[in-house]
């Protein structure tokens, strides 16, 4: 941001004019109800023309309250080439010490603009405690400053501010008008033309208010250099600070106006739900007809294996050679009848390998040579 700022000024021969034409037209500059009221004035040029109301193109207005019923309004507004601040005191109470007096303002912009300070007048309806006084123009007695970008103020940066108090920031050379004074001392400094509370009673208040302040609102203007029509100061506009009393550690209201805009919000589209699985067909009905039993397959039994083929040659008989009997072995018959022996029964098998081999031997003894 521009630490330094440009102040219009008139030709010599324009000076002459202005403070001539005032002279004729503006009242004689009152006297501070305080010690310093006999101390000699200057009266200020007559204060810079506003555009008429229907060129203006209102801007933002902030506001800004705090627990002790303080409170106060700052409007912006443009035309073409200027930038208007209307400053306000709107608390409703009455002011009774030096803190309840706005004496300065700050505010922040978020781009490179350079502000040209031009005047600060009050508006319509507002007035000059001490005699009620008929001057508008205060430029001498409100200065401006652009501050560098190192510089804060409860470790908070503002591009620029105004202030009819010093603050410990502002000095006779940063005054909208440089050339003149009211307050008799060529400076910021003090409480002089701080502006009270809309519900002020000029009849209280302790020694510290015994001097020359404002009831109502000022209006700044400022020049503005290659500023397009359509920038947005109501964007631009990011912090505000109202300072009352003579110090910047005493009561303020200070907050942010248009806060950063919050990252895009990156959307991740949530994962495809699983594709549900196929239901299984539904098992059919039971069939009225009786189920069929399995058939059982019985294998077939296994054929039995061939008998080995007869040999060519029959086998001999064994030769069975039975003993004569001997005398002895001959048995003595009982006299008693023996009872029959019973033999069984041969079975068919036993039966017919008696006859085979009966019959071999038949055939055997048949084809051996006769002696």
Same mark, same amino acid.
């Given at each position: 941001?521009?630490?330094?700022?440009?102040?219009?000024?008139?030709?010599?021969?324009?000076?002459?004019?202005?403070?001539?034409?005032?002279?004729?037209?503006?009242?004689?500059?009152?006297?501070?109800?305080?010690?310093?009221?006999?101390?000699?004035?200057?009266?200020?040029?007559?204060?810079?023309?506003?555009?008429?109301?229907?060129?203006?193109?209102?801007?933002?207005?902030?506001?800004?309250?705090?627990?002790?019923?303080?409170?106060?309004?700052?409007?912006?507004?443009?035309?073409?080439?200027?930038?208007?601040?209307?400053?306000?005191?709107?608390?409703?109470?009455?002011?009774?010490?030096?803190?309840?007096?706005?004496?300065?303002?700050?505010?922040?912009?978020?781009?490179?603009?350079?502000?040209?300070?031009?005047?600060?007048?009050?508006?319509?309806?507002?007035?000059?405690?001490?005699?009620?006084?008929?001057?508008?123009?205060?430029?001498?007695?409100?200065?401006?400053?652009?501050?560098?970008?190192?510089?804060a103020i409860d470790?908070?940066?503002?591009?620029?501010?105004?202030?009819?108090?010093?603050?410990?920031?502002?000095?006779?050379?940063?005054?909208?008008?440089?050339?003149?004074?009211?307050?008799?001392?060529?400076?910021?400094?003090?409480?002089?033309?701080?502006?009270?509370?809309?519900?002020?009673?000029q009849a209280t208040?302790?020694?510290?208010?015994?001097?020359?302040?404002?009831?109502?609102?000022?209006?700044?203007?400022?020049?503005?250099?290659?500023?397009?029509?359509?920038?947005?100061?109501?964007?631009?506009?990011?912090?505000?600070?109202?300072?009352?009393?003579?110090?910047?550690?005493?009561?303020?209201?200070?907050?942010?106006?248009? =806060?950063?805009? /919050?990252? $895009?919000?990156?959307?991740?589209?949530?994962? #495809? &739900?699983?594709?549900?699985? %196929? *239901? @299984? +067909? !539904?098992?059919?009905?039971? =069939?009225?007809? /009786?189920? $069929?039993?399995?058939?059982?397959?019985?294998? #077939? &039994?296994?054929?039995?294996? %061939? *008998? @080995? +083929? !007869?040999?060519?040659?029959?086998?001999?008989? /064994?030769?069975?050679?039975?003993?004569?009997?001997?005398?002895?072995?001959?048995?003595?018959?009982?006299?008693?009848?023996?009872?029959?022996?019973?033999?069984?029964? /041969?079975?068919?098998?036993?039966?017919?390998?008696?006859?085979?081999?009966?019959?071999?031997?038949?055939?055997?003894?048949?084809?051996?040579?006769?002696?």
């Amino acid at each position: 941001m521009q630490s330094s700022f440009s102040v219009k000024l008139f030709s010599s021969a324009m000076t002459i004019v202005g403070v001539a034409v005032a002279s004729s037209v503006l009242s004689p500059a009152i006297a501070k109800p305080s010690s310093n009221a006999d101390q000699p004035k200057t009266q200020s040029p007559a204060p810079a023309p506003t555009p008429a109301n229907s060129a203006l193109l209102s801007l933002l207005t902030v506001t800004g309250t705090d627990s002790l019923g303080r409170a106060a309004s700052a409007s912006f507004s443009r035309d073409a080439n200027n930038l208007f601040l209307t400053l306000i005191n709107t608390g409703s109470a009455d002011s009774l010490v030096p803190v309840d007096v706005l004496t300065g303002f700050f505010f922040d912009l978020s781009d490179n603009i350079i502000l040209n300070p031009l005047s600060a007048s009050l508006s319509d309806g507002s007035k000059i405690y001490g005699g009620g006084s008929t001057v508008k123009n205060v430029s001498s007695e409100w200065a401006f400053k652009a501050f560098s970008s190192d510089s804060a103020i409860d470790n908070v940066h503002y591009d620029f501010g105004v202030s009819a108090s010093g603050l410990g920031l502002f000095g006779p050379g940063d005054r909208f008008d440089t050339q003149s004074n009211l307050s008799g001392i060529e400076n910021v400094g003090g409480l002089d033309y701080g502006i009270v509370t809309a519900g002020d009673n000029q009849a209280t208040g302790n020694g510290g208010l015994n001097r020359d302040l404002i009831q109502g609102s000022v209006v700044f203007s400022f020049g503005l250099n290659n500023v397009p029509t359509d920038f947005d100061f109501a964007q631009s506009i990011t912090n505000i600070r109202f300072q009352y009393g003579t110090n910047t550690a005493e009561p303020s209201i200070a907050k942010a106006v248009n =806060s950063p805009a /919050p990252a $895009p919000v990156v959307s991740i589209p949530p994962a #495809p &739900a699983p594709s549900p699985e %196929p *239901a @299984p +067909a !539904p098992a059919p009905a039971p =069939s009225s007809e /009786p189920v $069929p039993a399995p058939v059982v397959s019985i294998p #077939p &039994a296994p054929a039995p294996a %061939p *008998a @080995p +083929a !007869p040999s060519s040659e029959p086998a001999p008989a /064994p030769v069975v050679i039975n003993p004569l009997p001997t005398p002895g072995s001959i048995p003595v018959l009982s006299e008693e009848p023996t009872k029959p022996v019973e033999v069984p029964e /041969p079975s068919t098998a036993i039966a017919l390998s008696l006859v085979v081999a009966g019959a071999l031997k038949f055939l055997k003894h048949k084809e051996e040579p006769q002696a």
